[in-house]
Protein backbone atom coordinates (compact mmCIF):
# COMPACT_ATOMS: atom_id res chain seq x y z
CA UNK A 1 0.00 0.00 0.00
CA UNK A 2 1.34 3.18 -1.17
CA UNK A 3 1.75 6.45 1.93
CA UNK A 4 -0.50 8.39 -0.64
CA UNK A 5 -2.19 7.86 -3.40
CA UNK A 6 -2.55 11.25 -5.58
CA UNK A 7 -5.25 11.47 -7.83
CA UNK A 8 -5.21 13.98 -11.28
CA UNK A 9 -8.42 14.28 -13.47
CA UNK A 10 -6.91 15.13 -17.02
CA UNK A 11 -9.13 17.34 -19.90
CA UNK A 12 -6.96 19.20 -22.76
CA UNK A 13 -4.61 20.11 -20.68
CA UNK A 14 -1.62 19.67 -23.07
CA UNK A 15 0.46 23.06 -22.14
CA UNK A 16 0.51 22.15 -18.90
CA UNK A 17 0.28 18.45 -18.19
CA UNK A 18 3.90 17.90 -17.92
CA UNK A 19 4.80 20.61 -14.99
CA UNK A 20 1.75 19.19 -13.39
CA UNK A 21 3.35 15.37 -13.92
CA UNK A 22 7.23 16.98 -12.87
CA UNK A 23 5.96 18.17 -9.83
CA UNK A 24 4.32 14.78 -9.06
CA UNK A 25 7.01 12.24 -9.97
CA UNK A 26 9.55 14.49 -7.84
CA UNK A 27 7.67 14.64 -4.77
CA UNK A 28 10.26 14.39 -1.79
CA UNK A 29 7.72 11.24 -0.41
CA UNK A 30 9.00 8.51 -3.11
CA UNK A 31 5.91 6.26 -1.35
CA UNK A 32 3.09 7.31 -3.49
CA UNK A 33 0.58 6.25 -6.16
CA UNK A 34 -0.14 8.49 -9.44
CA UNK A 35 -3.46 7.78 -10.85
CA UNK A 36 -4.24 10.10 -13.92
CA UNK A 37 -7.72 9.73 -15.12
CA UNK A 38 -7.87 10.91 -18.77
CA UNK A 39 -11.21 12.18 -19.50
CA UNK A 40 -11.79 11.99 -23.32
CA UNK A 41 -8.80 14.08 -23.70
CA UNK A 42 -8.86 14.95 -27.71
CA UNK A 43 -5.39 16.76 -27.39
CA UNK A 44 -1.88 15.88 -26.57
CA UNK A 45 -2.81 14.75 -23.07
CA UNK A 46 -3.09 11.07 -23.37
CA UNK A 47 0.19 10.35 -25.43
CA UNK A 48 1.55 13.11 -23.24
CA UNK A 49 0.21 10.82 -20.10
CA UNK A 50 1.67 7.17 -21.82
CA UNK A 51 5.14 8.78 -22.07
CA UNK A 52 5.51 9.56 -18.40
CA UNK A 53 3.37 5.78 -17.77
CA UNK A 54 6.77 4.35 -19.47
CA UNK A 55 9.39 6.38 -17.63
CA UNK A 56 7.56 5.92 -13.45
CA UNK A 57 6.46 2.21 -12.63
CA UNK A 58 4.20 4.23 -10.27
CA UNK A 59 2.16 5.94 -12.42
CA UNK A 60 -1.19 4.26 -13.43
CA UNK A 61 -3.37 5.97 -16.53
CA UNK A 62 -7.37 5.44 -16.77
CA UNK A 63 -8.58 6.67 -20.41
CA UNK A 64 -11.89 6.87 -20.62
CA UNK A 65 -14.78 8.43 -22.31
CA UNK A 66 -15.60 12.01 -21.80
CA UNK A 67 -18.15 12.14 -18.63
CA UNK A 68 -16.97 15.33 -16.56
CA UNK A 69 -15.17 15.84 -14.06
CA UNK A 70 -17.47 13.86 -10.89
CA UNK A 71 -17.17 10.70 -12.55
CA UNK A 72 -13.95 11.34 -13.32
CA UNK A 73 -12.80 11.58 -9.97
CA UNK A 74 -15.03 9.31 -8.67
CA UNK A 75 -12.89 6.60 -10.53
CA UNK A 76 -9.21 7.94 -9.55
CA UNK A 77 -10.60 7.39 -6.20
CA UNK A 78 -12.20 4.05 -6.74
CA UNK A 79 -8.82 3.13 -7.87
CA UNK A 80 -6.41 4.02 -5.37
CA UNK A 81 -4.58 2.23 -3.09
CA UNK A 82 -2.98 4.53 -1.10
CA UNK A 83 -3.75 5.00 3.04
CA UNK A 84 -4.12 8.60 1.83
CA UNK A 85 -5.58 10.71 -0.38
CA UNK A 86 -4.46 14.04 -2.54
CA UNK A 87 -5.88 15.53 -5.71
CA UNK A 88 -4.21 18.03 -8.21
CA UNK A 89 -5.58 19.39 -10.78
CA UNK A 90 -3.85 18.96 -14.32
CA UNK A 91 -3.33 22.84 -14.80
CA UNK A 92 -1.70 23.35 -10.96
CA UNK A 93 1.35 21.92 -9.68
CA UNK A 94 2.98 21.06 -6.41
CA UNK A 95 5.58 22.19 -3.86
CA UNK A 96 7.96 18.92 -4.05
CA UNK A 97 7.79 18.40 -0.40
CA UNK A 98 4.19 18.46 -0.44
CA UNK A 99 3.01 15.09 0.12
CA UNK A 100 5.89 14.29 2.12
CA UNK A 101 5.07 16.91 5.07
CA UNK A 102 1.29 16.29 4.65
CA UNK A 103 1.46 12.78 5.15
CA UNK A 104 3.71 13.21 8.53
CA UNK A 105 1.42 15.33 9.81
CA UNK A 106 -1.58 13.27 9.46
CA UNK A 107 0.41 9.99 10.80
CA UNK A 108 1.41 11.84 14.41
CA UNK A 109 -2.36 12.77 14.17
CA UNK A 110 -4.46 10.28 12.84
CA UNK A 111 -6.23 12.73 10.83
CA UNK A 112 -9.10 11.66 8.90
CA UNK A 113 -8.15 15.07 7.16
CA UNK A 114 -5.10 17.11 6.31
CA UNK A 115 -5.63 20.89 5.19
CA UNK A 116 -2.66 23.28 3.86
CA UNK A 117 -3.10 27.05 2.56
CA UNK A 118 -2.46 27.59 -1.46
CA UNK A 119 -0.97 30.18 -3.62
CA UNK A 120 -2.34 31.54 -6.60
CA UNK A 121 -0.71 31.71 -9.49
CA UNK A 122 0.06 33.41 -12.68
CA UNK A 123 2.11 31.80 -15.70
CA UNK A 124 2.32 34.63 -17.52
CA UNK A 125 5.09 36.16 -15.25
CA UNK A 126 5.35 33.20 -13.26
CA UNK A 127 4.35 35.33 -10.11
CA UNK A 128 2.54 33.76 -7.16
CA UNK A 129 0.22 34.73 -4.09
CA UNK A 130 0.15 33.04 -0.66
CA UNK A 131 -3.36 33.31 -0.23
CA UNK A 132 -3.41 33.06 3.32
CA UNK A 133 -6.47 31.54 4.26
CA UNK A 134 -5.22 29.31 6.93
CA UNK A 135 -4.72 31.12 10.08
CA UNK A 136 -1.49 29.95 12.12
CA UNK A 137 -3.77 30.25 15.49
CA UNK A 138 -5.51 27.47 14.15
CA UNK A 139 -2.82 25.55 13.19
CA UNK A 140 -1.34 21.92 14.36
CA UNK A 141 -4.26 21.48 16.40
CA UNK A 142 -6.86 18.29 16.20
CA UNK A 143 -10.30 19.78 15.32
CA UNK A 144 -13.45 19.28 13.50
CA UNK A 145 -16.84 21.10 12.36
CA UNK A 146 -18.64 20.50 15.68
CA UNK A 147 -15.74 22.21 17.34
CA UNK A 148 -15.02 25.14 14.96
CA UNK A 149 -17.77 25.80 12.24
CA UNK A 150 -15.01 27.74 10.55
CA UNK A 151 -13.59 24.62 8.87
CA UNK A 152 -16.53 24.93 6.34
CA UNK A 153 -15.88 28.03 5.39
CA UNK A 154 -12.41 27.87 3.67
CA UNK A 155 -12.70 27.81 0.70
CA UNK A 156 -13.78 24.12 -1.24
CA UNK A 157 -9.86 23.73 -2.55
CA UNK A 158 -10.19 20.14 -2.66
CA UNK A 159 -6.56 19.59 -4.03
CA UNK A 160 -4.43 21.68 -0.72
CA UNK A 161 -5.40 18.36 1.59
CA UNK A 162 -5.16 14.74 1.99
CA UNK A 163 -7.74 12.47 2.96
CA UNK A 164 -7.64 9.03 4.46
CA UNK A 165 -9.29 6.91 1.94
CA UNK A 166 -10.68 4.63 4.47
CA UNK A 167 -12.53 7.96 5.79
CA UNK A 168 -13.86 8.66 2.20
CA UNK A 169 -14.71 5.08 1.78
CA UNK A 170 -16.67 4.11 4.85
CA UNK A 171 -18.65 7.31 4.63
CA UNK A 172 -18.91 6.75 0.75
CA UNK A 173 -17.91 10.56 0.49
CA UNK A 174 -18.36 11.06 -3.34
CA UNK A 175 -18.02 13.53 -6.19
CA UNK A 176 -21.94 14.85 -7.69
CA UNK A 177 -21.79 12.74 -10.92
CA UNK A 178 -23.32 15.85 -13.09
CA UNK A 179 -21.86 15.88 -16.38
CA UNK A 180 -20.56 18.34 -17.90
CA UNK A 181 -20.75 20.56 -14.75
CA UNK A 182 -18.45 22.72 -12.87
CA UNK A 183 -17.93 23.88 -8.78
CA UNK A 184 -18.05 19.57 -8.21
CA UNK A 185 -15.98 20.60 -5.74
CA UNK A 186 -18.50 22.10 -3.34
CA UNK A 187 -20.27 19.38 -1.92
CA UNK A 188 -17.29 17.03 -1.57
CA UNK A 189 -15.64 19.42 0.39
CA UNK A 190 -18.67 20.42 2.56
CA UNK A 191 -19.41 16.63 3.11
CA UNK A 192 -15.92 15.70 4.59
CA UNK A 193 -16.03 18.60 6.68
CA UNK A 194 -19.14 17.70 8.40
CA UNK A 195 -18.68 14.59 8.51
CA UNK A 196 -14.21 14.15 9.81
CA UNK A 197 -13.97 13.67 13.54
CA UNK A 198 -9.37 14.48 13.48
CA UNK A 199 -8.55 17.85 11.17
CA UNK A 200 -5.49 19.54 10.87
CA UNK A 201 -4.49 22.35 9.32
CA UNK A 202 -1.54 23.83 8.28
CA UNK A 203 -0.63 27.87 7.31
CA UNK A 204 1.93 26.47 5.26
CA UNK A 205 1.16 26.41 1.43
CA UNK A 206 2.48 23.86 -0.81
CA UNK A 207 0.06 24.27 -4.38
CA UNK A 208 0.40 26.45 -7.02
CA UNK A 209 -3.35 26.87 -7.92
CA UNK A 210 -2.96 28.79 -11.89
CA UNK A 211 -5.32 31.92 -12.25
CA UNK A 212 -4.73 32.33 -15.84
CA UNK A 213 -5.55 29.21 -18.03
CA UNK A 214 -9.07 30.27 -19.60
CA UNK A 215 -10.38 26.90 -20.53
CA UNK A 216 -10.58 26.33 -16.46
CA UNK A 217 -14.41 24.98 -16.38
CA UNK A 218 -14.57 27.60 -13.58
CA UNK A 219 -14.39 30.08 -15.78
CA UNK A 220 -17.32 28.79 -18.13
CA UNK A 221 -20.76 31.53 -18.06
CA UNK A 222 -22.29 28.71 -19.62
CA UNK A 223 -22.46 26.71 -17.28
CA UNK A 224 -24.60 29.10 -14.77
CA UNK A 225 -27.12 26.70 -12.52
CA UNK A 226 -24.18 23.94 -11.47
CA UNK A 227 -23.38 25.78 -8.32
CA UNK A 228 -27.16 25.28 -7.26
CA UNK A 229 -26.63 21.69 -8.01
CA UNK A 230 -24.07 20.97 -5.13
CA UNK A 231 -26.52 23.04 -2.87
CA UNK A 232 -29.33 20.74 -3.95
CA UNK A 233 -26.36 18.03 -3.10
CA UNK A 234 -25.91 19.74 0.16
CA UNK A 235 -29.22 19.59 1.09
CA UNK A 236 -29.75 16.02 0.32
CA UNK A 237 -26.87 15.02 2.34
CA UNK A 238 -28.06 16.98 5.52
CA UNK A 239 -31.99 15.73 4.89
CA UNK A 240 -29.97 12.09 5.35
CA UNK A 241 -28.27 12.87 8.19
CA UNK A 242 -29.98 14.90 11.10
CA UNK A 243 -27.87 15.36 13.46
CA UNK A 244 -25.66 17.83 10.91
CA UNK A 245 -28.19 19.40 10.03
CA UNK A 246 -29.17 20.91 13.05
CA UNK A 247 -25.62 22.16 13.40
CA UNK A 248 -24.49 23.27 10.04
CA UNK A 249 -28.07 23.97 7.75
CA UNK A 250 -27.15 28.13 8.41
CA UNK A 251 -23.31 27.36 7.67
CA UNK A 252 -24.33 25.84 4.72
CA UNK A 253 -26.69 28.72 3.84
CA UNK A 254 -23.62 31.37 4.33
CA UNK A 255 -22.00 29.35 2.21
CA UNK A 256 -24.59 29.06 -0.48
CA UNK A 257 -25.03 32.65 -0.47
CA UNK A 258 -21.49 33.31 -0.55
CA UNK A 259 -20.75 30.90 -3.62
CA UNK A 260 -23.92 32.19 -5.77
CA UNK A 261 -22.36 35.72 -5.49
CA UNK A 262 -19.11 34.50 -6.75
CA UNK A 263 -20.69 32.76 -9.34
CA UNK A 264 -23.03 35.68 -10.83
CA UNK A 265 -20.00 37.73 -10.95
CA UNK A 266 -18.35 35.23 -13.46
CA UNK A 267 -21.85 36.18 -15.45
CA UNK A 268 -22.61 39.15 -18.09
CA UNK A 269 -25.23 41.14 -17.55
CA UNK A 270 -27.83 39.06 -19.24
CA UNK A 271 -27.39 35.98 -17.81
CA UNK A 272 -26.60 37.66 -14.38
CA UNK A 273 -30.62 38.48 -14.82
CA UNK A 274 -31.57 34.85 -15.42
CA UNK A 275 -29.67 33.57 -12.60
CA UNK A 276 -30.94 36.29 -10.51
CA UNK A 277 -34.41 35.79 -9.86
CA UNK A 278 -33.12 31.90 -8.53
CA UNK A 279 -30.45 33.05 -6.18
CA UNK A 280 -33.49 35.86 -4.68
CA UNK A 281 -36.29 33.49 -4.63
CA UNK A 282 -34.90 30.65 -2.83
CA UNK A 283 -32.95 33.02 -0.01
CA UNK A 284 -36.67 34.77 0.00
CA UNK A 285 -38.12 31.20 0.98
CA UNK A 286 -35.59 30.92 3.19
CA UNK A 287 -36.16 34.09 5.47
CA UNK A 288 -39.64 34.07 5.19
CA UNK A 289 -39.42 30.75 7.26
CA UNK A 290 -37.44 32.34 9.80
CA UNK A 291 -34.37 30.01 9.67
CA UNK A 292 -31.88 32.80 8.53
CA UNK A 293 -31.32 34.36 12.53
CA UNK A 294 -28.13 35.98 14.28
CA UNK A 295 -25.90 33.17 13.04
CA UNK A 296 -26.75 34.21 9.43
CA UNK A 297 -26.77 38.15 9.24
CA UNK A 298 -23.00 37.89 11.67
CA UNK A 299 -21.63 36.78 8.26
CA UNK A 300 -23.94 38.01 5.79
CA UNK A 301 -25.02 41.97 5.73
CA UNK A 302 -28.17 42.24 6.04
CA UNK A 303 -28.75 45.93 4.24
CA UNK A 304 -27.76 43.73 1.01
CA UNK A 305 -29.50 40.50 1.61
CA UNK A 306 -33.22 42.60 1.91
CA UNK A 307 -32.15 44.05 -1.72
CA UNK A 308 -31.93 40.45 -2.86
CA UNK A 309 -35.43 39.51 -1.68
CA UNK A 310 -37.31 42.52 -2.14
CA UNK A 311 -35.90 44.52 -5.00
CA UNK A 312 -33.83 41.76 -6.86
CA UNK A 313 -33.53 44.23 -10.16
CA UNK A 314 -31.76 46.77 -7.89
CA UNK A 315 -29.51 44.06 -6.58
CA UNK A 316 -27.54 44.34 -9.79
CA UNK A 317 -25.99 47.72 -8.34
CA UNK A 318 -24.57 45.72 -4.96
CA UNK A 319 -23.18 43.13 -7.32
CA UNK A 320 -21.34 45.90 -9.25
CA UNK A 321 -20.19 47.30 -5.58
CA UNK A 322 -18.96 44.13 -4.69
CA UNK A 323 -17.51 43.59 -7.69
CA UNK A 324 -15.19 46.85 -7.54
CA UNK A 325 -13.96 46.00 -4.27
CA UNK A 326 -13.26 42.45 -4.66
CA UNK A 327 -11.12 43.87 -7.98
CA UNK A 328 -9.53 46.40 -5.68
CA UNK A 329 -8.33 43.96 -2.92
CA UNK A 330 -7.08 41.54 -5.38
CA UNK A 331 -4.79 44.18 -6.90
CA UNK A 332 -3.55 45.07 -3.65
CA UNK A 333 -2.87 41.82 -2.41
CA UNK A 334 -0.89 41.11 -5.78
CA UNK A 335 0.96 44.72 -4.66
CA UNK A 336 1.18 43.98 -1.15
CA UNK A 337 0.65 41.77 1.76
CA UNK A 338 1.79 41.68 5.08
CA UNK A 339 0.45 39.41 7.79
CA UNK A 340 1.90 38.31 11.18
CA UNK A 341 2.69 34.67 11.94
CA UNK A 342 3.81 32.96 14.62
CA UNK A 343 5.71 36.42 16.27
CA UNK A 344 6.94 37.31 13.11
CA UNK A 345 6.53 39.37 10.21
CA UNK A 346 6.08 38.39 6.52
CA UNK A 347 6.28 41.03 4.02
CA UNK A 348 4.96 40.22 0.58
CA UNK A 349 5.86 42.63 -2.80
CA UNK A 350 5.02 41.90 -6.43
CA UNK A 351 4.58 38.01 -5.73
CA UNK A 352 7.93 37.69 -3.61
CA UNK A 353 8.12 37.86 0.85
CA UNK A 354 11.40 40.30 1.34
CA UNK A 355 10.42 39.80 4.86
Known sequence: MAKVSVIVPVYNVEKYLSECANSIINQSLADIEIIFVNDGSTDKSGEILENFAKQDQRIIVINKSNSGYGNTMNMGINAASGEYIGIIESDDFADSKMFEELYKIAVENDA????SDWYHY???????????????AKAFKVTNSFEDKSLLRIDPSVWSAIYKREFLNRNNIKFLETPGASYQDLAFSFKVFALAKRVILTDKAYLYYRQDN???????KTKVYCVCDEYNEIDKFLEEHPELKEKFKIQEEINRYNAYV?????????KREEFLPVFSNHFKEEYNSGKLQDEFFKKIKKKEFMVLINTPEKYLKV???????????RF???????????GKLEMTLLGRQVI
Request: charged share 35%.
Open 112 to 115: DIVK
Open 122 to 136: WSKNKFSRKNNRISS
Open 214 to 220: MNSSVKS
Open 262 to 270: SSILRLDDE
Open 319 to 329: LQSIERKRRFN
Open 332 to 342: RKNFLSVHFRN
